[in-house]
Nanobody, 124 residues
Framework: QVQLVESGGGLVQAGGSLSLSCAAS????????MAWFRQAPGKEREFVSG????????YVADSVKGRFTISRDNAKNTVYLQMNSLKPEDTAVYYC?????????????????WGQGAQVTVSS
């Protein structure tokens, strides 16, 4: 019964901030690389950011670099995405995903488990 549950989405004005959380259960969280993807209406799901098992390495998509920060707390089985300086083009459903491998991969097919998604809407 693996579950990934996102929270923290909502509506925010351009330039504002939001913080997303993804709480994992039913897996040994500390051995999973975690990632955030997003999908805007009519578009393919795309990689946003990933973080390795102990948080030692991260990878951030160019589109959000300098604005978004990924982190994790293994004691809480939770991965976070802090989103600052939000833009309308950041509007999407944001998904967390888990991969047992020890490096960050950026393809959807690389991930074994997915959350249900959290809506983030940025108004202009």
């Amino acid at each position: 019964q693996v579950q990934l549950v996102e929270s923290g989405g909502g509506l925010v004005q351009a330039g504002g901030s939001l913080s997303l959380s993804c709480a994992a259960s039913g897996l040994t969280f500390s051995i999973y690389t975690m990632a955030w993807f997003r999908q805007a209406p009519g578009k393919e799901r795309e990689f946003v950011s990933g973080i390795t098992r102990t948080g030692g390495s991260t990878y951030v998509a160019d589109s959000v670099k300098g604005r978004f920060t990924i982190s994790r707390d293994n004691a809480k089985n939770t991965v976070y995405l802090q989103m600052n300086s939000l833009k309308p083009e950041d509007t999407a459903v944001y998904y967390c995903a888990a991969d047992r491998r020890s490096r960050v991969f950026t393809q959807l097919k690389d991930y074994d488990y997915w959350g249900q998604g959290a809506q983030v809407t940025v108004s202009s």
